[in-house]
């Protein structure tokens, strides 16, 4: 079984000229408000039933800094290629919304999220959103991806935040931005794997070996990302 684990980073999309109405200053913009400036990936081999240690296939970034296209079809391409079940901290009310206005905005084709069970809420074989599995759906309040990772013994990002990217987009930090999308992608992996365990999808080796295979993607990034994944050694006995 091979699980694409995915998330965007997203700055504001100045085509779109939507301004937040007067009486609500601080609203959220709407999905065409925005545009992709990186999109970070984790394909994770993940046998359900195996003794054998599990893989990370593919740990990094789309695309190239400033080219949105080439990002969306390397993206897709791979969707394609592989055929995995895409798991998200939020994508189905955020990413994915995002990635298909973004396709739209630029012609590109999509129909891997148009295929059968994909957009079905309740079905988790196509994509698994942890935020709608964790607050079963919609019935409890999940908080940010760092409290849940934080709550079960992973450190959080430290010195970047989804209010930053905008500002570090603009003065030429696109490897910070970057880092700081696969630190994501990480963590949802690593949160990933602990739900499937918690359900029983997979054993506790299994567990172990996918938690290893994680750690190891991120500890060898050339770049540091902006969490200590270090720090998870001290973990390792709750694995």
């Given amino acids: 079984m091979q699980y694409l684990i995915f998330d965007i980073e997203t700055v504001p999309n100045e085509e779109a000229g939507w301004e937040p109405p007067e009486d609500n200053p601080d609203a959220f913009p709407p999905t065409p408000a925005w545009k992709i400036v990186s999109i970070g990936g ?13 893989k990370v296939l593919y740990f990094g970034n789309f695309g190239e800094p400033d080219n949105e296209v080439l990002m969306l079809h390397q993206f897709l391409e791979l969707c394609k290629e592989e055929r995995p079940i895409l798991a ?31 957009r079905y809420r309740f079905q988790d074989d196509h994509h698994f959103d942890l935020v709608e599995q964790i607050s079963n759906y919609g019935s409890a309040w999940t908080g940010k991806l760092v409290d849940n990772c934080a709550a079960l013994g992973m450190p959080g990002k ?12 603009a003065v030429g930090k696109q490897k910070d931005v970057d880092a700081y999308c696969l630190c994501d992608v990480a963590e949802t992996a690593w949160l990933l794997v602990r739900y499937l365990h918690l359900r ?17 993607a991120c500890l060898a990034k050339d770049n540091p990302m902006p969490v200590s994944y270090t720090h998870l050694r001290a973990h390792e006995t709750n694995c």
């Fill in 42 to 54: 984790m394909l994770l081999s993940l046998d359900r039933s195996s003794r054998d240690p599990n």
């Fill in 88 to 118: 998200s901290f939020n994508g189905r009310r955020f990413d994915i919304p995002v990635i298909e206005q973004r396709c739209m905005r630029w012609g590109i084709q999509a129909p891997f999220f148009f295929s059968k069970g994909f």
């Fill in 158 to 169: 430290m010195d970047v935040a989804g209010d930053k990217v905008e500002e570090l987009i």
């Fill in 200 to 216: 029983s999808d997979i054993n506790s080796i299994t567990n172990y070996n996918a938690v290893h295979a994680i750690k190891s």
